[in-house]
Antibody, heavy 120, light 111 residues
């Protein structure tokens, strides 16, 4: 069974740091480009960051560039998001997402999300 | 960068057909692939359409995606509406730097 399981979300003060993890199982993780997408309470989806199957290249939304770092460990099948200098507007559910291939051999998966709350 | 604009909400009756537009503000809609995601309340998103018009695995053929260069927009059409189709729908594309751009989302009500 394919699974993406996020963890690491919690409440943190402004200016603090968190590292989110996304554990993958049931598919060949290294073949998949991975991304983080977030959703603030009651709001729409917002892309955060993406990286390729081998760990590069990396891409970041303007809102997080310079504060967040995406990475992966293909030996452990884990995707990470290191979040520094957190702000109140980073409060959101963070989803991990994986995709591979092109039509008709295209596969993609979403995790269930982990909640990050930035508040004093 | 460009924006993708969707109506905030649409509603239609069961069995009918609804089309949700997604208009690109600048640049050509056909210059980068468009995807559509369905998000039911309290759930993660799920991809329904990728590469403009390809249905994801398991998505019924009542769902279809299209691109219209004349209006610079993408559309998601759902025919034979069912109450289970009630959800938020998001379009998404890419800029030339491989950054994702999401539409604001459309709440579909089936009543």
């Amino acid at each position: 069974e394919v699974q993406l399981l996020e963890s690491g979300g919690r409440s943190v003060q402004p200016g603090g740091s968190l590292r989110l993890s996304c554990a993958a199982s049931g598919f060949t993780f290294s073949n998949y480009a991975m991304s983080w997408v977030r959703q603030a309470p009651g709001r729409g989806l917002e892309w955060v960051s993406s990286l390729g199957g081998s760990g590069g290249p990396t891409y970041y939304a303007n809102s997080v560039r310079g504060r967040f770092t995406i990475s992966r460990d293909n030996s452990k099948n884990i995707l990470y998001l290191q979040m520094n200098s957190l702000r109140a507007d980073d409060t959101a559910v963070y989803f991990c997402y994986g995709e591979s291939g092109y039509a008709p051999n295209y596969f993609d998966y979403w995790g269930q999300g982990t909640l990050v709350t930035v508040s004093s | 960068n460009f924006m993708l604009t969707q109506p905030h909400s649409v509603s239609e009756s069961p069995g009918k057909t609804v089309t949700i537009p997604c208009t690109r503000s600048s640049g050509s809609i056909d210059s980068n692939y468009v995807r559509w995601y369905q998000q039911r309340p309290g759930s993660s998103p799920a991809t329904v359409i990728y590469e403009d018009n390809q249905r994801s695995s398991g998505v019924p053929d009542r769902f279809s995606g299209s691109i219209d260069s004349s209006s610079n927009s993408a559309s998601l059409t759902i025919s034979g509406l069912k109450t289970e189709d009630e959800a938020d729908y998001y379009c998404q594309s890419y800029d030339n730097n491989n950054n994702w751009v999401f539409g604001g989302g459309t709440r579909l009500t089936v009543l």
